[in-house]
C-alpha cells in the first residue's frame, strides 16, 4: 500500500537513510542481502525512484549465473542494481572496516545501507508506523523480526501500557540484545518459538496455514516473517497466552515479492505451493 516496490517495513527503514544519503552528496547506496532479499528489491526500488545508483552485495558466489532464474534479483537488476557476488566467508566480514575499505576501492563513494537496513535511522522511520488511534487502542502489537529494526521503532513509539512481542523469524536469542541497542523501555519481548527450522526455513504446516489464512480473509503473508508470526500469535491466543478483551495489532512488514523464490524452491521439491495473487 506504501510503494509497489518500497514495500512494508522497508519503505519506512529506507525513508529517513535516502534523506541522509542526498543531505550528504552521495549518488550511490550500496547494501548486502541474500538470493531473495526484501531488502535487496527495496533498495534497487528506492534508487531507481529517488535517482541514486545501486549497489547489492550478494551472498553467494553460485548466483552470479542463476540471475534469470532468481526473481527478486532479477527485478532488482532491472531497476538498474549493479551487483558484487562474495563468498559466504567473505560476506561474514561485510561489516569490518577492511571489507568496507575494499568496497570503496572497487565502487568509489557510496551511502552504506546495513543489512536488512537497520540502523539509528532505520528505526526512526519505523517509530512511524503507530498511528495515535493504534496507541491507544491495542494492548498488544506484535510483528516479525529480522534484524531488529522494526520492533525497535514500535518499541519506542508505543504506549508504556502496551505489550510488544516480536516472534523471531531465525534461530538464536541475540536478538533481544540489538534491540537493548535501541530502546530502553522494558514493555518488549521476544518469541523464537516459531522459525520453523531458522532463516528462510519453512515445513508443510506453515505452508498450510499461510493458504488457509489467505484463503479465509484474502490477505497474503510472507513464510519468511509474517506467516511466522501470524502462525505464533494464533497459537498463543489458542494456548490462552492472551488475557480476555485483549486488541492484538499485528504488523504486516510485507515481503510478499519472496514467494515467487520459495514457491521455486518448493516446485523444485514437489511441496505444496504458496497460494498468491500478485495482482
Known amino acids: 500500500m506504501l510503494h509497489p516496490i518500497i514495500s512494508g517495513n522497508k519503505f519506512r527503514k529506507l525513508k529517513y537513510n535516502i534523506q541522509e544519503a542526498k543531505r550528504l552528496g552521495h549518488a550511490t547506496l550500496l547494501t ?22 545501486t549497489i547489492g552485495v550478494i551472498r553467494g558466489e553460485e548466483l552470479e549465473s542463476k540471475i534469470d532464474e532468481n526473481p527478486t534479483l532479477a527485478k532488482a537488476q532491472e531497476l538498474g542494481m549493479q551487483f558484487y557476488f562474495v ?5 561474514r566480514d561485510k561489516e569490518a572496516s577492511f571489507f568496507v575499505s575494499h568496497l ?12 536488512g537496513g537497520t540502523n539509528e535511522l532505520a528505526i526512526q522511520g519505523c517509530e512511524e508506523i ?3 488511534a493504534d496507541k491507544d487502542y491495542f494492548t498488544h502489537i506484535a510483528c516479525a523480526v529480522g534484524t531488529g529494526g522494526t520492533i ?3 518499541i519506542n513509539s508505543a504506549n508504556e501500557t502496551q505489550e510488544i512481542i516480536g516472534f523471531s523469524s531465525l534461530k538464536g536469542a541475540f536478538l533481544s540484545d540489538v534491540i537493548r541497542n535501541f530502546v530502553v ?10 522459525h520453523f527450522g531458522g532463516y528462510g526455513k519453512v515445513n508443510d504446516e506453515l505452508i498450510r496455514f499461510i493458504n488457509s489464512f489467505y484463503s479465509q480473509t484474502s490477505i497474503p503473508l510472507d513464510p519468511v516473517y509474517t506467516g511466522k508470526m501470524a502462525f505464533g500469535v494464533l497459537d498463543l491466543i489458542e494456548k490462552g497466552y492472551f488475557p480476555a ?3 492484538i495489532l499485528m504488523i ?11 514457491n521455486f524452491a518448493l516446485k523444485n521439491k514437489n511441496k505444496e505451493l504458496i497460494s498468491y495473487d500478485e495482482n
Not at 531488502?39 to 528506492?46: C, E, P, T, Y
Not at 570503496?104 to 543489512?115: Q, S
Not at 504486516?252 to 520459495?262: E, R, V
Request: proline residues 1%; aromatic residues 14%.
Open 245 to 247: 478483551n485483549s486488541k
Open 185 to 194: 523501555k522494558t514493555n518488549w519481548s521476544i518469541n523464537d518459538a516459531y
Open 130 to 132: 503507530l498511528t495515535d
Open 104 to 115: 570503496h576501492e572497487k565502487f568509489g563513494d557510496f551511502y552504506l545501507v546495513p543489512e
Open 152 to 154: 525497535s521503532g514500535l
Open 32 to 53: 548486502f542481502g541474500g538470493a531473495f532479499s526484501n531488502h535487496i528489491l527495496a533498495v534497487a526500488g528506492a534508487g531507481a525512484e529517488f535517482g541514486f545508483k
Open 252 to 262: 504486516h512488514t510485507g515481503g510478499l515479492q519472496g514467494i515467487k523464490g520459495m
Open 87 to 91: 563468498s559466504r566467508t567473505n560476506y
